[in-house]
């Protein structure tokens, strides 16, 4: 950990067991950070290079596209916090081998899009301005931060015929409290950050956290879900995962992988053959494949 980072996080913890607020206003910076961009991987390169590439302007931006091949229907990918489009590769390489249209960006401040800040707000955008672009899409495949954006533009009115949600979380006040966690803020100072963030961010909403929580307000009914997540995910619990799965009942499913964590599940081979299933042929798919798991209180974990 580099030794300014340090002092910082030491700062943090002081501040927050006499000041939680100023222990909020101090982790903020730390809490809105993205860069450096995540690199290219060696192996998504090649699909990251085939790419036909474009911009598209939302919310005052040029953002990043990518687009490959051709097709009457398209899936679109949306990465997570600090990500970038290639992170898909294996699943771009897959739905390819279907015939399958498949676009993405690099949101602000990620990848090969400019700025330096961005928030959910920028993905939601992008997602919308995508839409016009392409009409309704066959799937959203969403990676983490990337899932919840996927879930707040179908819940709000994107049009598609399914999601993924890959390593998400089911609502937005959970990237608050799991990054006070990791920095040493206590309840209080998680608490002051919050309402920090959401004035910065969202200031016209009354709740604005209600916005992003895809617990108390699911997916339209008519719109299956498909929940993927490591059992080893030390960044966003498995938990999560049972919590979007069982607020959907009988139109979700869930498959549950080991051993691959956070960002690596995106091209495990279950997860492959789930995404891939799901794409071409929905639930009913999934279940002939075998390819959702039956879900035992002891992985809440």
Sequence with gaps: ??????????????????????????????F????????????????????????????????????????PETVLLVHGWRGRAAQFGAIVR??????????????????????RRTDIRDSLAAIEALQ???????????????????????REGTATQGV?????????????????????????GADALARRFARRVLPDLAEPYARFDAIADP???????????DRDDREVGAGEALRLHAAHGERSRLLLTSGSGHSRVLAADETLDAVVAFVTGGLASIDEAGLAVAVEPATSA
């Design 219 to 229: 997916l339209p009914p008519e719109v299956p879900l498909l929940v993927v997540h």
């Design 132 to 154: 016009q672009r392409h009409g309704m899409f066959r799937t959203i495949v969403g990676h983490s931060f990337g899932s919840l954006a996927a879930l707040t533009a179908v």
């Design 32 to 71: 809105r950070r993205v860069r450096p961009p995540l690199p290219v991987r060696p192996g998504d390169r090649a699909v990251h290079e085939h790419a036909v590439r474009g911009t598209v302007r939302a919310r005052g931006r040029e953002i990043v596209t990518y687009s490959w091949g051709h097709g």
């Design 164 to 188: 993924v949600a890959i390593a998400g979380m089911a609502d937005a006040r959970f990237l608050v409290d799991a990054f006070a966690a990791r920095v040493g803020l206590g309840t209080a």
């Design 94 to 115: 897959e739905l390819r081998a279907e015939r399958v249209r498949v676009v993405a960006f690099d949101a602000p401040a990620n990848g090969e899009s400019g700025g």
């Design 1 to 30: 950990m580099h030794v300014t980072t340090s002092l910082t996080l030491a700062g943090l913890r002081l501040a927050d067991r006499v000041a939680p607020a100023l222990a909020a206003e101090l982790a903020m910076p730390l």
